[in-house]
């Protein structure tokens, strides 16, 4: 069938690249981005960054300032700001408002929305950060729920003002579904050296005693309920994809935090990739699958995201197994350090650098090749990782 009508749900990241790319790529047909929000499309890891931390004449009071530069005027996309997908059918998406918007091509970018627990704030939009920021300075008091990517963040942006912080971690360190409790025990010395009090094994089920402000901040759901229930869907409610994004909807596609997708890389498992990169990658391969006919791109890049946290830069690359083997590069109480870790044939698997950039690009492509290192060079930082190759 000739695609003629493109709808795009969902003017985040991923909604906002894949009508670039469209017209990019000489798409002349109508793209209609519809998007909850009221704002054009902006970047969103700003928001427990620079949003926080800039204060005075530097301060962001614009959503515009975190903006994508494109022209939707110029690219003739009809825009749909402050307006929700509520229900799909065949062949058309309605709005909250009743309006059928029908479609010869649907991509789904809704996202992720923050899970609840009945009491604090979360962050996830231009709003949530200015409320976040307005109550955080000298002299308040913020509790944090969860020592995650963005707990960290925030708890980096409130100490600097001067806030007291306190941080309530479930589990017995930072980010455990993530990395092994050593480097759980490198990162929670960076709350301590910080001044954060950090309370690891601290469940939190009610709004924690003698808090001032309140940041849940456990984590994140794809938003895909209004979607119905003909769509296949992993266990978070993410939708199950092909490797070429294709929901099992035919002309239905779905990229960024909202997709699981068959991974070739992972031997075919489906994941989701809940990073910015994913979500700037993922309308490349849904373009070219719409336009150029479904097997024309697949997308499977290796997993990348960055955390700024307590004056250190953080990238990780790639994605480690239980059983891979850990290598130290430095040691974890070093300003700078990484880790790398290698599975049963020695072949990288996943690194984490901290504040060691170079690392972080000579992973990307040790990751990518599944190159065979040597484990007593990768642990001395002194030699490139690149030198540790078999
Ligand atoms: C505070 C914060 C900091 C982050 N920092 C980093 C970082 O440092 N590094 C990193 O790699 N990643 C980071 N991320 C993650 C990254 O921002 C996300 O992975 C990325 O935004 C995903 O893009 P997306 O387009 O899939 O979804 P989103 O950016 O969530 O955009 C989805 C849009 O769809 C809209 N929507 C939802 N439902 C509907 C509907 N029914 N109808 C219409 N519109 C709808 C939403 O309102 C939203 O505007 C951060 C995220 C947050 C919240």
């Known amino acids: 069938m000739k695609v003629e009508r493109v709808v795009v749900v969902g003017a985040g990241m991923a909604g906002m690249h894949t009508v670039r790319t469209f017209r990019e790529k000489g798409f002349e ?16 890891p700003p928001l ?4 926080l931390r800039y204060r005075g004449a530097d301060a962001i009071d614009d959503v515009s300032e975190l903006a994508f530069a494109f022209d939707f005027e110029q690219a003739g996309v009809t825009l749909r700001f402050g307006e929700r997908a509520a229900a799909w059918a065949p062949g058309a998406v309605t709005t909250a408002a009743g309006e059928r918007l029908p479609y010869d091509a649907l991509v789904v970018a809704t996202g992720s929305e923050p899970v ?17 920021r307005a109550a955080v300075g000298a002299g308040r008091a913020l509790a944090i729920v969860g020592a995650g990517w963005i707990g ?21 360190h930072p980010l455990a579904a993530v990395f092994p409790p050593q480097v759980g025990a490198a990162m929670a010395d960076w709350y301590r050296q910080a001044g954060a009090d950090l309370r690891c094994s601290d469940p939190v089920t009610g709004p924690p005693p003698a808090a001032g402000h ?35 909807v035919p002309g239905v596609y779905a990229a960024g935090d909202v997709a699981a997708y068959r991974s070739l890389r992972y031997g075919g498992e489906h994941i989701r990739v809940e990073h910015w990169d994913n979500a700037l990658r993922g309308p490349d391969t849904v373009v070219a699958n719409v336009l150029e006919g479904v097997g024309a791109e697949v997308h499977d ?7 700024e946290q307590f004056g250190r830069m953080v990238q990780y690359i790639g994605r480690h197994g239980a059983t891979d083997r850990m290598v130290v590069r430095g040691r974890l109480s070093d300003p700078t350090w990484s880790v790398v870790w290698l599975d049963t044939l020695h072949r990288a698997t996943a690194v984490l650098a901290v504040g ?4 972080l690009a000579q992973g990307r492509r040790l990751v990518g090749a599944g190159s065979v290192l040597d484990a007593a060079r990768v642990a001395d930082p002194g030699t490139p990782l690149v030198g540790a190759t078999m």
């Open 152 to 172: 960290a963040e925030v708890a980096t942006a409130a100490r600097a003002a001067g806030c007291a912080v306190v941080v309530h971690e479930a589990r017995e």
């Open 29 to 44: 047909g109508e793209i209609t981005l519809l998007g909850a929000e009221q704002h054009a499309p902006y970047d969103r």
């Open 356 to 359: 060691r950039p170079r690392d």
């Open 301 to 307: 890049p290796v997993p990348y995201f960055w955390s």
């Open 214 to 248: 309140v940041l849940v901040a456990v984590g994140a759901r794809p938003d895909t309920r209004w979607l119905g229930a003909a769509f296949h869907r992993a266990r978070d409610g993410s939708l199950l994809t092909s490797e070429h994004l294709e929901t099992n």
């Open 116 to 132: 609840r627990l009945g009491f604090g704030e979360t962050l996830r939009t231009y709003e949530d950060a200015l409320r976040l």
């Open 48 to 51: 427990s960054k620079a949003v």
